[in-house]
């Protein structure tokens, strides 16, 4: 049974920061390539940010260099730090993970398989 367990949400002011994390637990962390994706009321579910068990990472062209994905694979623990946030990052916040995904679908929430609850985060003007 994997499960899959957001932390790190908030309220902060527009320029600040946020560290979210996110625990996987249950299969074996290193195979997984885990995700961020985020979702505003009103608008779809979007993708963030991604890391593979390689350490690669690709992010959202909004991200705009703002926003570092990182792991941990002996915590099995995905960290999105967020600078720079601005209100239109507001949104409620996802963590995916699944040990097959395409390459070329990393970016697609419908490639995940486990999904946490999410966490708020709130950027204030």
């Known amino acids: 049974q994997v499960s899959v367990m957001e932390s790190g949400g908030g309220l902060v002011q527009a320029g600040g920061s946020l560290r979210l994390g996110c625990e996987v637990s249950?299969?074996?962390?290193?195979?997984?390539?885990t995700a961020w994706f985020r979702q505003a009321p009103g608008k779809e579910r979007e993708f963030v940010a991604v890391t593979n068990r390689y350490r690669q990472s690709t992010y959202a062209d909004f991200v705009k260099g703002r926003f570092t994905i990182s792991r941990d694979n002996a915590k099995n623990t995905v960290h999105l730090e967020m600078n720079s946030l601005e209100p239109e990052d507001t949104a409620t916040y996802y963590c995916?993970?699944?040990?097959?995904?395409?390459?070329?679908?990393?970016?697609?929430?419908?490639?995940?398989?486990?999904w946490g609850q999410g966490t708020q985060v709130t950027v204030s003007s």
């Open positions: 249950g299969g074996t962390f290193g195979r997984y390539t």
């Open positions: 995916a993970a699944d040990a097959n995904v395409i390459l070329s679908n990393r970016r697609n929430a419908a490639g995940y398989k486990f």
